[in-house]
C-alpha cells in the first residue's frame, strides 16, 4: 500500500490540471482515472516516476523457498 | 509525481450541474422532466433549454442556459462582446461543475479531500488516500 496525494487545480475558466503525487507505477493512472470523464484530456504525460514499479514485500520465513519464475529451466 | 494530465471541463451530469449553478448563488431555472423552458435571446430571439439564467441576472441581452444535446450539456447564450458578467457566470459554472464532480468521485472511491479557495477564483482540491 502506498499513500498518495492528488492535486486538482481548477483554474479560473473552468479547466482541470492534475498532478498524482507519491505512486510509483500504473497504480497512478487509477487515482487520475477518476476523472476521465469529466471533461476532454488535452495533455497527459507520465513523468520517469511513473515507470519505476512498487517495491514488493515478501514475507518468508526462515527455511521457505523462493522460486523466480515459473517456467522450465 | 507520476502523471499529469489536463483536462477541458465538460457539463455531462446533470447532479453536478445543478450543484454548480447552486454553488454559483445566481438564480436558475430547471425545466420539469421531458420539457424544456423558453430563453428570450437579443432581438427577441427564442430557444430552448434544460437550465436558464434570466438576463436580469447576469446584466446580459439575453438568457444564458444549458441544454442537453445527448451526451453533454451545450451551453446557449447570445455571444457579443462585453458581456463581463455573463462570461464571468459561465466561468464560475464551469468551476463549480469540475469541484463538485471531482469531489463526488473520490468521495465514492472512499479519499480525502480539501477545498481550498484561491483569490482570484481559482479552486485547489487535494485528495488523499491509500492504493
Not at chain 2, 430547471?30 to 430557444?47: C, E, F, I, P
Request: with cysteine; proline share 1%; hydrophobic share 40%.
Amino acid at each position: 500500500m502506498q499513500d498518495f496525494e492528488f492535486i486538482v487545480e481548477i483554474d479560473v475558466d473552468g479547466n482541470v490540471t492534475t498532478t498524482v503525487n507519491g505512486v510509483k507505477g500504473q497504480k497512478c493512472s487509477e487515482v487520475a482515472g477518476l476523472l476521465a470523464d469529466l471533461g476532454q484530456v488535452t495533455e497527459d504525460r507520465h513523468t520517469p516516476e511513473w515507470s519505476e514499479q512498487e517495491p514488493i514485500n515478501l514475507d518468508l520465513d526462515q527455511g521457505d523457498e523462493l522460486v523466480v519464475g515459473g517456467g522450465l529451466w | 509525481m507520476s502523471k499529469y494530465m489536463k483536462m477541458k471541463t465538460q457539463c455531462k451530469i446533470q447532479a453536478h450541474l445543478v450543484a454548480a449553478l447552486q454553488a454559483s448563488g445566481i438564480k436558475f431555472e430547471q425545466a420539469q422532466a421531458g420539457q424544456t423552458l423558453t430563453m428570450n435571446g437579443y432581438g427577441g430571439v427564442k430557444r430552448q433549454a434544460d437550465f436558464v439564467i434570466r438576463k436580469s441576472e447576469i446584466a446580459s441581452y439575453g438568457d444564458m442556459g444549458y441544454k442537453w444535446n445527448g451526451s453533454e450539456f451545450d451551453l446557449v447564450a447570445d455571444d457579443y462582446a462585453g458581456q463581463r458578467k455573463q462570461e464571468q457566470v459561465i466561468k464560475l459554472i464551469s468551476r463549480e461543475y469540475a469541484a463538485a464532480f471531482t469531489i463526488a468521485q473520490m468521495e465514492a472511491a472512499g479519499y480525502g479531500w480539501e477545498r481550498v479557495d484561491q483569490e482570484n477564483g481559482a479552486i485547489q482540491l487535494v485528495v488523499s488516500g491509500r492504493l
